[in-house]
């Protein structure tokens, strides 16, 4: 039989699993708690909680939420980072913080409703972020419609330079 301390805890993970746009999952086996804190610092700063749970807790709330089973990622130390908006800088905190410590390791973690590995974990983290997402698909909506002004624009401006030069041609003269 649970107990209700245990039973609070699975509720507290599903809340976290249906509140965030991600969660990634890493190996924090060798951390000090120097390191730990400075990387909930970093996680905080882009947006993100750093959390850990049992694992045992973590696969049965995964099971009454129906989601795909993250077993094989949730083996031994592991530390849960939950993104509240966008996943992208928390996946890049997470990766430069691995890079920077040689310790943590990623195994992977769940993004709109699939499971992902390390290695899309990383791809995730090379992404640019929403903002620059959408700014540069919003250039690439502009592009056209500036070209098509600025081809409307050229005869009047051919003309104007026309007149302006035969207008400095009869001053000088």
Known sequence: MPTAE???LVAEI???FVSASGVILADYRGLTVKQMQALRAKLRDA?????VYKNTLTQI???ELALPSMDELLEGPTVLAFATN???PVAK???DFAKESKVLELKGGFVDGSVIGAEQVKALASLPSRDVLVAQVMGLLVSPIRGFM????APAGA?????KAVADQKAAA
């Open 86 to 88: 966008d996943p992208v």
């Open 47 to 51: 947006g993100g909680d750093l959390k």
């Open 6 to 8: 245990k039973a609070a």
């Open 14 to 16: 599903k809340d976290r």
């Open 159 to 163: 003309f104007a330079r026309a007149v």
């Open 61 to 63: 709330a995964l099971r």
């Open 150 to 153: 600025s081809m409307c624009n």
């Open 93 to 95: 905190a997470l990766s």
